[in-house]
């Protein structure tokens, strides 16, 4: 079946210690976003790409960064995480962009800062 | 700035029907979704509505009405497996979603 896939489903990490999320796609979609979603809020969009043609939000922090090798994978780089980036980080993909598409989300990777 | 606007929680029981609204303020229009998402868990696409009127799929349906700016999702035959958030998100004139942050339904029995 053709699914977005998160990995890994949970992660621990420390104050400060460099983390990173993955996600891949095989849905052949030309988009790809990452979001950030904390308890009973609305899901934060952090970076997309169209393509190889990144996104950067205008208030995602400089701690976050990603990379998108091909169609299929996508990463997130948290560099120095802190207690207020503990959250889930949903990876989601929708076909070409020009028009409005449902997004196609991935079980999401719930991230724990101790 | 935009802005979406939904309740924060509502009750209903079970084997009843419930509306969620969802009112809006965007630049630009091109589309409202419902998603629904379960606690822990991934959002799931249920509806989208571009033209005004109602979309019915099964048990849920959704309304929607540009000049006003607003939206409901309906449930009929509530089951205990539908409590979870629903979120309303709106396409922009950037085709980019804004998001509310959803309401917390939680079913009786």
């Known amino acids: 079946d053709a699914m977005v896939i998160q990995n890994p489903r949970y992660q621990v990490t420390q104050f400060g210690k460099p983390v990173t999320l993955s996600c891949s796609q095989t849905?052949?979609?030309?988009?790809m976003y990452w979001y950030q979603q904390k308890s009973s809020q609305a899901p934060k969009l952090l970076f997309h790409y169209y393509d190889k043609d990144f996104n950067n939000e205008a208030d995602t922090p400089d701690n976050f960064q990603s990379r998108r090798p091909n169609t299929s994978f996508c990463f997130l780089d948290i560099r120095s995480p802190g207690l207020g980036d503990a959250a889930m980080y949903l990876c989601a993909t929708s076909p070409p962009s020009g028009r409005t598409d449902t997004q196609y989300f991935g079980p999401g990777t719930r991230l724990t800062v101790l | 700035g935009q802005n979406i606007d939904q309740p924060t929680e509502m009750t209903a029981t079970e084997g009843a029907i419930v509306q969620i609204n969802c009112t809006y303020q965007t630049s630009g229009f091109n589309g409202l979704f419902w998603y629904q998402q379960h606690a822990g868990e991934a959002p799931t696409f249920l509806s989208y509505n571009v033209l005004d009127g109602l979309e019915e799929k099964g048990r849920f349906s959704s309304f929607l009405s540009r000049s006003k700016g607003y939206s409901y999702l309906l449930l009929k035959e509530l089951q205990m497996k539908d409590s979870a958030s629903y979120l309303c998100a709106v396409s922009d004139s950037n085709y980019q979603l804004i998001w509310g942050a959803g309401t917390k339904l939680i079913i009786k029995p």
């Open positions: 849905l052949n979609h030309n988009v």
